[in-house]
């Protein structure tokens, strides 16, 4: 048995020096996090390691969305799984419209008189959505038709991608590095309700369960799977329900803010995927409760200050 050792704090001390103490500790939320940084490193050291990053929440309108692009862009993550909403803020913001800091304690009807939407403490513009259905209809029209027809999520979001010219964009760096962006939920969002619209005038039909075929090869080709997943929900069980084709995933790292009493996905501990056949018996899996917009920075800046 070890004992608990105590934190020390230092002038000048990088991200990495602070996970280290943490490390020391090893119990709570601060052994998990240094635990969470190690697993971080493996998977992005580790070349025999496919690993996936699922993203829920409002985790570009957080702030998280250069993150994303720069782990794209040196090859850490080889495929997303997002939730729509990401995928719109994504776009948005490569069409010039920027989040904007508001206030829990908002009057939502002078925000609703100004054309203004909020998530929590951030703001968007409603002309931004505006802009985004004119993104989509002309981005499905330059799709010949018969392309449009049984076409799957993950290429009509590599066709958004080829068409954006944010070089900051995921959908931009995904498409140029060739890394496949799923998203089960791309009906529950803006972009969704935009192709169904289009839909109503035009040819086209999407085929998500096209999506599973490239799913399914990947885990299949894989050495190990790794999983980052932030939040839980529909992208979580993508992922580890995908893996199950391997009998789990070797490594995973959870951030939550949901509990797991009510029974939840999004609550529930990686090990619970176990019984699953969704983890490895052995896997090294993490699960860190608290918000991705403070812990999610701090373990990547860790990991990169970390990796040899």
């Not at 949901?258 to 896997?283: H, T």
Request: proline share 3%; glycine share 10%; net charge positive.
């Amino acid at each position: 048995m070890k004992n608990v050792k105590q934190m020390s704090l230092e002038t000048k001390m990088s991200v990495g020096q602070l996970i280290n103490e943490m490390s020391k500790t090893g119990v709570l939320g601060a052994g998990r996090l240094a635990k969470g940084v190690d697993v971080l490193v493996e998977m992005f050291e580790d070349k025999n390691y496919t690993v996936f990053l699922g993203i829920s929440g409002p985790a570009v309108p957080g702030g998280l969305r250069k993150i994303f692009g720069d782990l794209i862009d040196r090859g850490y993550v080889n495929a997303v799984v997002s939730n729509g909403a990401n995928i719109v803020h994504d776009i948005v913001e490569s069409l010039g419209f920027k989040h904007i800091k508001g206030e829990f304690l908002a009057d939502d009807e002078k925000l609703r008189e100004k054309k203004i939407g909020r998530i929590g403490d951030i703001y968007i513009q409603q002309k931004a959505f505006e802009a985004l259905e004119k993104k989509t209809y002309a981005v499905l029209k330059a799709i010949p038709e018969k392309e449009r027809i049984g076409i799957s999520i993950r290429k009509l979001l590599y066709e958004f991608g080829k068409s954006i010219k944010d070089k900051e964009s995921i959908l931009f760096k995904a498409s140029k590095r060739g890394v496949p962006i799923f998203c089960p939920g791309f009906v529950d969002s803006m972009l969704g309700l935009n192709v169904w619209t289009f839909s109503q005038l035009n040819k086209i039909s999407v085929d998500s369960v096209a999506d599973l075929n490239e799913l399914s090869n990947i885990v299949f080709d894989s050495k190990k799977t790794g999983a980052i997943i932030l939040g839980g929900g529909l992208t979580k069980h993508y992922i580890l329900g995908a893996n199950i084709l391997r009998e789990g995933v070797d490594a995973a790292i959870q951030i939550t803010l949901d509990r797991p009493e009510g029974g939840s996905l999004s609550g529930a501990p990686l090990e619970e995927a176990i019984s699953w056949r969704k983890a490895k018996e052995k896997g090294k899996l993490v699960t860190i409760i608290g918000d991705m917009t403070i812990i999610f920075p701090i373990m990547i800046a860790a990991a990169f200050e970390k990796i040899r």
